[in-house]
């Protein structure tokens, strides 16, 4: 495939190409949104845009009119990082290399459910066994291989151990999965049982092995070519998919030590996918080709129930990413027709690329959300009440308003309306329920903030720390706002800190910086259909040092309502929903009755094409996952076509 060239152009001629010259992008735009004639100083602002942003329909494709061929050429605000699965842990290389470039046992249709993939069914059987019955196979932590679980009294159960018990029929869950006969991966090799089992063998000693991987596995053995059994460490209401979404290797990659799968140092990554890798220029560019053997036809899987006409490989013949971190930048390739789709700019430019006839913005609510968490191991930040005063000086609809321009919705909820479904009876109605906890209160803000101080000996204005990464525009902004509503309360001096992603990303990883640093920190997270994500990446102890507890939050008592919500009988299956359901609001009240992170806004996930070129699209809720759910994803009968090359 040809590489297409173009130019880096600076900010000042996009804005002025699109309309938008001399629009205010700093603090300063926004100093006045608290207090306007439009929100009456009461932080809600006007929000029919927002209902307007996110009420879209899905665009279909008329099957006899796609024209086969060309190749989409887009671009990514980041680099790729990693290509190896059990090392990718930022969006931006699970959403460019794995999902593109891999498959799993388990696929989601569009509305999260499981649906057969590289497996064709599963079964599933449980036990009454938790972790905490595992004594007989824990050993001295310094005796230990690769650790699956801790046990209480500080031994730990390890890889070797899980195997014992597996062995012994000691273990709370397990699913056999029935493998497809005829998937081939892109080096011709035939996909086996074997091959799921070193799949998941490849996560010891890797980064996301506690994430993905050992908050649930025992283990996992083939029975003969096409059969797979795992198990699990105790009954799992995500089971399905969580072992059903492991990325599989070929035989070549069994191996490589975690993270060696880079094609800079010559291991290029291979997987069984719609597309296979072609080339890797680092922070430059990146391209994948159509695989044309891959297995899947309509006719190929029992489950198919859409139209005959749909078909059976990506139109597409492959993907050209560049890689171009400003926004600016992007959107001129955009508007100069040197590239089909890019996503992620800044809402002052979405929103008048989305008014522009000439293109769409394509957009669904997001599967994640921003936050702002709290140093809750440092005084006087234990206290929950200066926590949940913060929170009350969050102007979220003001923030959604004139930062985002209607491109998010106001976070009421610890979980995004993505997992409602799971998580909840009745979003909504939980919704209003709970909103009075994050609504805008400055004055019972103050209140709480006051008793603190009193009882902590505290003389206004107590001076904190807020950190942010540097190349999220719109993030930095909405902390400038917040600073704004802090300061303005003569209550808190802040010092804002900015950092580069790399160190940001490293600075929030350090599993010291909980107890070293009490600074306030801002991110975001992409999360699932699962509600578990949206929780256990704030709340869980065994997570701190990674994503997402940065700030060393462990409350026993929300810990053991979390793990309720998935791990026990009484919530796996369709059967015992109602019952997830229950635990999942429980658990939503109470960590809401003593925040240990302020949710700012869920976000809009955006595709800016162009209209003419770009037929089909439609935009994935999670981001992780945008370009290989959109491009071709039969689970969801959905499909893109180019009827232009650029």
């Given at each position: 495939?040809?590489?297409?060239?173009?130019?880096?152009?600076?900010?000042?001629?996009?804005?002025?190409?699109?309309?938008?010259?001399?629009?205010?992008?700093g603090?300063?735009?926004?100093?006045?949104?608290?207090?306007?004639?439009d929100d009456n100083?009461?932080?809600?602002g006007?929000?029919?845009?927002?209902?307007?942003?996110?009420d879209?329909?899905?665009?279909?494709?008329?099957?006899?009119?796609i024209?086969?061929?060309?190749i989409?050429?887009?671009?990514?605000?980041?680099?790729?990082?990693?290509?190896?699965p059990?090392?990718?842990g930022?969006?931006?290389?699970?959403?460019?290399?794995?999902f593109?470039?891999?498959?799993?046992?388990?696929?989601?249709?569009?509305?999260?459910?499981?649906?057969?993939?590289?497996?064709?069914?599963?079964?599933?059987?449980?036990?009454?066994?938790?972790?905490?019955d595992?004594?007989?196979?824990?050993v001295?932590?310094?005796?230990?291989?690769?650790?699956?679980?801790e046990?209480?009294?500080?031994?730990?159960?390890?890889?070797?151990?899980?195997?014992?018990?597996?062995?012994?029929?000691?273990?709370?869950?397990?699913?056999?999965?029935?493998?497809?006969?005829d998937?081939?991966?892109?080096?011709?090799?035939?996909?086996?049982?074997?091959?799921?089992?070193?799949?998941?063998?490849?996560?010891e000693?890797?980064?996301?092995?506690?994430?993905?991987?050992?908050?649930?596995?025992?283990?996992?053995?083939?029975?003969?070519?096409?059969?797979?059994?795992?198990?699990?460490?105790?009954?799992?209401?995500d089971?399905?998919g969580?072992?059903?979404?492991?990325?599989?290797?070929?035989?070549?990659?069994?191996?490589?030590?975690?993270?060696?799968?880079?094609?800079?140092?010559g291991?290029d990554?291979?997987?069984s996918g719609f597309?296979?890798?072609?080339?890797f220029?680092d922070e430059?560019?990146?391209?994948?080709?159509?695989?044309?053997?891959?297995?899947?036809s309509?006719d190929?899987?029992?489950?198919?129930?859409?139209?005959?006409?749909?078909?059976?490989?990506p139109?597409?013949?492959?993907?050209?990413?560049?890689?171009?971190?400003?926004?600016?930048?992007?959107?001129?390739?955009?508007?100069?027709?040197?590239?089909?789709?890019?996503s992620?700019?800044?809402?002052?430019?979405?929103t008048d690329?989305?008014?522009d006839?000439?293109y769409?913005?394509?957009?669904?609510?997001?599967?994640?959300?921003?936050?702002?968490q709290?140093?809750?191991?440092?005084e006087?930040w234990t206290?929950?009440?200066?926590?949940?005063?913060?929170?009350?000086?969050?102007?979220?609809p003001?923030?959604?308003?004139?930062?985002?321009q209607?491109?998010?919705?106001?976070?009421?909820?610890?979980?995004?309306?993505?997992?409602a479904?799971?998580?909840?009876?009745?979003?909504?109605?939980?919704?209003?329920?709970?909103?009075?906890?994050?609504?805008?209160d400055?004055?019972r803000a103050?209140?709480?903030?006051?008793?603190?101080?009193?009882?902590?000996?505290?003389e206004?204005p107590?001076?904190?720390?807020?950190?942010?990464?540097?190349d999220?525009?719109d993030?930095?902004?909405w902390?400038?706002?917040?600073?704004?509503?802090?300061?303005?309360?003569?209550?808190?001096?802040?010092?804002?800190?900015?950092?580069?992603?790399g160190?940001?990303?490293?600075?929030l990883?350090?599993p010291?910086?909980?107890?070293?640093?009490d600074?306030?920190?801002?991110?975001?997270?992409?999360?699932?259909?699962?509600?578990?994500?949206?929780?256990?990446?704030?709340?869980?102890?065994?997570?701190?040092?990674?994503?997402?507890?940065?700030?060393?939050?462990?409350?026993?008592e929300?810990?053991?309502?979390?793990?309720?919500?998935?791990f026990?009988?009484?919530v796996?299956g369709?059967?015992?929903?109602?019952?997830?359901?229950?635990?999942?609001?429980?658990l939503?009240?109470?960590?809401?009755?003593?925040p240990?992170?302020?949710?700012?806004?869920?976000?809009l996930?955006?595709d800016?094409i162009?209209?003419?070129?770009?037929?089909?699209?439609?935009?994935?809720?999670?981001n992780?996952?945008?370009?290989s759910?959109?491009?071709f994803?039969?689970?969801a009968?959905?499909?893109i076509?180019?009827s232009?090359?650029?």
């Open positions: 495939m040809p590489r297409k060239q173009w130019s880096e152009v600076d900010r000042r001629r996009v804005l002025k190409s699109t309309g938008i010259a001399g629009a205010a992008v603090m300063g735009a926004f100093a006045g949104c608290l207090g306007d004639d100083g009461n932080g809600e006007d929000l029919d845009e927002v209902d307007a942003r996110t879209e329909e899905l665009e279909e494709v008329d099957y006899d009119e024209e086969e061929g060309g989409l050429r887009t671009a990514l605000a980041e680099n790729i990082n990693d290509f190896d059990v090392e990718s930022d969006t931006t290389s699970s959403m460019a290399s794995q593109l470039i891999y498959e799993a046992m388990v696929h989601p249709d569009r509305d999260g459910d499981n649906v057969p993939w590289v497996a064709t069914d599963w079964e599933v059987e449980t036990q009454d066994i938790y972790v905490d595992y004594e007989e196979y824990a001295d932590p310094d005796d230990a291989g690769q650790v699956l679980f046990m209480d009294d500080g031994s730990v159960v390890d890889v070797d151990g899980g195997e014992e018990a597996a062995g012994d029929d000691h273990w709370g869950m397990r699913v056999t999965y029935e493998l497809r006969d998937v081939v991966f892109h080096n011709g090799e035939e996909l086996t049982a074997e091959n799921v089992v070193a799949s998941y063998d490849r996560y000693g890797s980064t996301r092995g506690p994430t993905d991987l050992y908050d649930w596995y025992l283990y996992a053995e083939a029975d003969g070519d096409y059969t797979v059994d795992v198990y699990f460490q105790q009954p799992d209401a089971g399905i969580a072992a059903g979404s492991i990325a599989i290797v070929p035989e070549e990659h069994f191996d490589v030590a975690p993270g060696d799968i880079d094609p800079l140092n291991e990554p291979i997987g597309f296979q890798f072609e080339e220029d430059s560019f990146y391209s994948v080709s159509r695989f044309d053997d891959h297995w899947f309509t190929a899987v029992d489950w198919w129930d859409g139209s005959d006409d749909f078909p059976d490989q139109p597409i013949e492959g993907i050209e990413f560049e890689i171009v971190p400003s926004d600016s930048t992007r959107a001129s390739a955009i508007q100069s027709q040197e590239i089909h789709h890019t992620g700019l800044e809402a002052d430019i979405l690329l989305d008014e006839d000439d769409q913005v394509r957009r669904t609510v997001a599967g994640g959300y921003d936050f702002l709290y140093p809750v191991t440092h006087p206290d929950p009440r200066i926590r949940e005063g913060v929170n009350h000086l969050i102007p979220r003001s923030i959604v308003e004139n930062i985002y209607g491109w998010a919705i106001p976070a009421t909820l610890p979980m995004s309306p993505v997992a479904d799971e998580g909840t009876h009745d979003y909504e109605a939980l919704e209003e329920e709970y909103g009075e906890y994050n609504e805008y400055p004055e103050e209140e709480l903030v006051q008793e603190v101080f009193d009882d902590h000996d505290i206004a107590m001076e904190i720390e807020m950190w942010t990464n540097a999220s525009d993030r930095v902004r902390n400038e706002l917040i600073i704004e509503s802090l300061e303005s309360t003569g209550l808190f001096e802040v010092e804002f800190e900015e950092y580069e992603w160190q940001y990303i490293e600075m990883n350090d010291e910086m909980h107890q070293e640093e600074a306030l920190v801002s991110i975001g997270l992409s999360s699932g259909f699962s509600p578990d994500g949206f929780f256990r990446s704030m709340v869980d102890p065994s997570l701190i040092g990674t994503c997402c507890n940065h700030t060393g939050y462990d409350n026993p929300v810990f053991d309502l979390l793990q309720a919500t998935r026990d009988e009484d796996v369709e059967e015992n929903i109602d019952t997830r359901r229950d635990r999942v609001e429980e939503i009240a109470a960590i809401l009755e003593e240990p992170v302020s949710w700012i806004q869920y976000g996930e955006d800016v162009i209209e003419d070129s770009v037929h089909g699209w439609n935009t994935w809720p999670i992780s996952e945008k370009y759910r959109a491009i994803h039969p689970p009968e959905q499909t076509y180019i232009e090359e650029v």
